[in-house]
T-cell receptor
Framework: EAQVTQNPRYLITVTGKKLTVTCSQNMNHEYMSWYRQDPGLGLRQIYYSMNVEVTDKGDVPEGYKVSRKEKRNFPLILESPSPNQTSLYFC???????????????FGPGTRLLVL | AQKITQTQPGMFVQEKEAVTLDCTYDTSDPSYGLFWYKQPSSGEMIFLIYQGSYDQQNATEGRYSLNFQKARKSANLVISASQLGDSAMYFCAMREAINTGTASKLTFGTGTRLQVTL
């Protein structure tokens, strides 16, 4: 089954304790992104990756890191989480394909993070 | 200026009735795509429908259709024959062609919460 998986789905942590949210897709997609969703703000892009070893900042990258060592995986790292990073996080992937901006983004199930 | 504007924070509709969710967008790029996603209470993002800026016809997918008015920069989602399972948050999103080289970033609106009643 074609899918984007994220782990963990729920996480409660404390300020300053490093954490990693994993993301994996089995569709051989080149593009992967991380978004955060906050009430009244919709989804905002944190980081994105065009392919292996190619990553760049999105709209709200402060406090986050990413890596893309393999095509299928795109982990999100919070080196020193703070309460303002409490949010719902989504990983997404899409083909680079000839459709260009037509290519649909497929989202993972989301990770609910609470930083105390 | 907001790139995607959804002015209806919440909507109610009776079962079996049609409902229109509004979305206006702002771009100077002649090539862009508009997407609608559904987010039920369980939280996942479900792709519903896509409209390209050069598409001649309005997109349709089953009970979903997109009322695309390019000159007015609006892309309203129409759900026909509403069902209780349609109760969810709905997001309008846009990808501009200039962002194709930036891993296809989607810019989202703030969403509309739809509640279907008996």
């Amino acid at each position: 089954e074609a899918q984007v998986t994220q782990n963990p789905r729920y996480l409660i942590t404390v300020t300053g304790k490093k954490l990693t949210v994993t993301c994996s897709q089995n569709m051989n997609h080149e593009y992967m992104s991380w978004y955060r969703q906050d009430p009244g703000l919709g989804l905002r892009q944190i980081y994105y990756s065009m392919n292996v070893e190619v990553t760049d900042k999105g709209d709200v990258p402060e406090g986050y890191k990413v890596s893309r060592k393999e095509k299928r995986n795109f982990p999100l790292i919070l080196e020193s989480p703070s309460p303002n990073q409490t949010s719902l996080y989504f990983c997404a992937s899409s083909l680079r394909g000839t459709g260009g901006f037509r290519e649909t983004q497929y989202f993972g199930p989301g990770t609910r993070l609470l930083v105390l | 200026a907001q790139k995607i504007t959804q002015t209806q924070p919440g909507m109610f509709v009776q079962e079996k009735e049609a409902v229109t969710l509004d979305c206006t967008y702002d771009t100077s790029d002649p090539s862009y795509g508009l997407f609608w996603y559904k987010q039920p209470s369980s939280g996942e993002m479900i792709f519903l429908i896509y409209q390209g800026s050069y598409d001649q016809q309005n997109a349709t997918e089953g009970r979903y259709s997109l009322n695309f008015q390019k000159a007015r920069k609006s892309a309203n989602l129409v759900i026909s024959a509403s069902q209780l399972g349609d109760s969810a948050m709905y997001f309008c999103a846009m990808r501009e062609a200039i962002n194709t080289g930036t891993a296809s970033k989607l810019t989202f609106g703030t969403g509309t919460r739809l509640q279907v009643t008996l």
